[in-house]
């Protein structure tokens, strides 16, 4: 039976006192909805349909890239009416999965759980247990344990009050039999919504088999409904992918503040010291040291490379045995070849820095091709722009730029070239040669200081 998978995420988000739509908010550097998006991805349901509102008009615009059917629902009429929504385009020998764009952090395997452990041909809940259960439909059952139905909160009696188990709202049925049972739910209730709660109680007069599945770890099915709720999961994510890091070997000086906003691998053996972010698709091998308040973003570390304090690095690959840093910044297209190093006060941007090359400090290398075992002088800048184009420098292996030297781009150093300090270069600098553009040293007799 094929599996289709309905988001909803119509809902206004009011509560959130944003401009934004709830769900486009971000989570671990990501959109609550792009994250369910993604779990339901992994499910490999035949398609994704999600239901979108006006309070989230721009949905379909703002996640272009998502691939999933959008349904305009019109109206917010109700979950159950938001199911509705989707049926017409899903075919009478589905399996449909209802899922919630605001409830992020779902995770595949409880999903699959609910799956297996429940009838293809029945109803399946997703329940859990709270201790406060306040604001949560409540699962009503009979004396057999079996369910009979689902009360809202604002619909429930004091004795319904007091369940603990609760719909997490994440439900599963067939197709066909949720085209037969949602027309006939009325909203007769404290809302005057059409709940897809409702349909239990119907599902059980019709005689179909309804199950739960207990979601044992309740934070998973935490929603977002306001900006605390939000924060606090923020930080409940963050914790576990803290902790999945430490289990896998990797040693993390404070899970507090370490912050993984995207889709991070680190390598057992590195080390994550105080105030770590790390953003976008970042790969980090084994036996690293990253510093404090270091920045990585949709960036490489190979082996053994050495990150110190306060180093923000975007879009660069960075080789084994390298360092960076203290107070480098490494920007986009930067490749650093292994045993090279960036030291503080220094800025690349689409440079090559061959091997056991170092700019060790206040240096400026923008679209430049730098050879090995280079040294780069403090102070060097590559004048790449010219106020319209950016022009290339390249320096051969073995080249020695003294300190303070300009290098007035398109312009080529060669190999093992000396560069005297505070030289302005302009044209090609020859290899083997020593290069000086500095004026003589001159004494001026007689001169006085004015007075
Ligand atoms: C719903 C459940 C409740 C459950 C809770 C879990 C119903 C009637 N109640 O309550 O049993 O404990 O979730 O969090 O289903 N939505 C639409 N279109 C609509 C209405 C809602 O897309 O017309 C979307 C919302 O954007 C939201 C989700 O459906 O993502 C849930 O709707 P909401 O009104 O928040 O339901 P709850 O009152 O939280
Ligand atoms: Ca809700």
């Not at 379909?60 to 017409?88: C, R, Y």
């Not at 604002?154 to 085209?179: F, M, S």
């Not at 019709?206 to 709720?229: F, I």
């Not at 990253?290 to 975007?314: Q, Y």
Request: include cysteine; hydrophobic fraction near 40%; charged fraction near 20%.
């Amino acid at each position: 039976m094929a599996l289709s998978i309905v988001i909803l995420a119509a809902g206004k988000g009011k509560r959130m006192v944003s401009s934004i739509p709830k769900v486009m908010h971000q989570l671990g550097g990501v959109s609550l909805l792009e994250r369910v998006v993604q779990t339901a991805e992994s499910l490999k349901p035949k398609k994704i349909h999600v239901v979108y509102g006006n309070g989230g008009s721009k949905l379909p615009e703002s996640l272009p890239h998502l691939n999933v059917n959008w349904i305009f629902q019109k109206e917010q009429l109700g979950t159950g009416h938001a199911v509705q929504q989707a049926l017409p385009a899903c075919g009478d020998d589905e399996r449909i999965l209802v899922l919630y764009g605001d409830v992020p952090v779902i995770s595949a395997q409880t999903l699959r759980q609910l799956l297996d452990e429940t009838s293809k041909n029945g109803v399946g809940l997703l329940v859990t247990n709270l201790e406060d259960p306040t604001g949560f439909g409540r699962i009503v059952r009979d004396h057999n344990d079996n369910i009979v139905a689902i009360i809202e909160e604002k619909d429930a009696t004091r004795t319904q009050r007091a369940i603990k188990e609760i719909n997490t709202g994440i439900v599963t049925a067939p197709a066909k039999y949720l085209k037969n049972c949602l027309p006939r739910i009325s909203n007769h209730n404290a809302q005057n919504e059409f709940y897809l709660t409702d349909m239990i109680a119907l599902a059980v007069e019709d005689g179909l088999s309804v199950r739960s599945v207990t979601a044992h770890n309740s934070n998973e099915v935490r929603g977002v409904n306001d900006p605390w709720q939000l924060v606090t999961l923020e930080r409940y994510y963050q914790t576990e992918r803290a902790r999945e890091l430490a289990y896998s070997g990797v040693t993390i000086m404070d899970p507090a503040r370490l912050d993984i906003r995207g889709n991070v691998s680190v390598t057992p053996s590195t080390k994550l010291d105080v105030n770590v972010i790390l953003e976008g698709a970042v790969k980090i091998g084994a036996n690293c040291d990253i510093g404090p308040n270091v920045v990585i973003k949709n960036s490489t570390l190979g082996e053994r490379v050495k990150v110190f304090a306060n180093s923000v690095i975007e879009g660069a690959v960075i080789e084994d045995d390298c360092e960076v840093g203290p107070f480098a910044r490494v920007r986009a297209e930067t490749i650093l070849k292994s045993h090279s190093k960036v030291g503080n006060f220094v800025e690349t941007k689409k440079t090559i820095l061959g091997e056991h090359s170092k700019a060790s400090h206040l240096t400026y290398l923008g679209d430049a091709v730098i050879g090995k075992n280079v040294n780069i002088g403090a102070g060097t800048i590559t004048c790449n722009y010219d106020g319209v184009n950016k022009w290339p420098t390249k320096i051969g292996d073995g080249a020695f730029i003294g300190s303070n030297t300009s290098l007035i781009a398109p312009v080529e150093v060669g190999e093992n070239a000396t560069v005297a300090a505070s030289s302005a270069i302009t044209k090609s600098a020859p290899a083997e040669q020593l290069t000086i553009t500095r004026a003589k040293q001159m004494v001026v007799p007689g001169w006085k200081r004015p007075r």
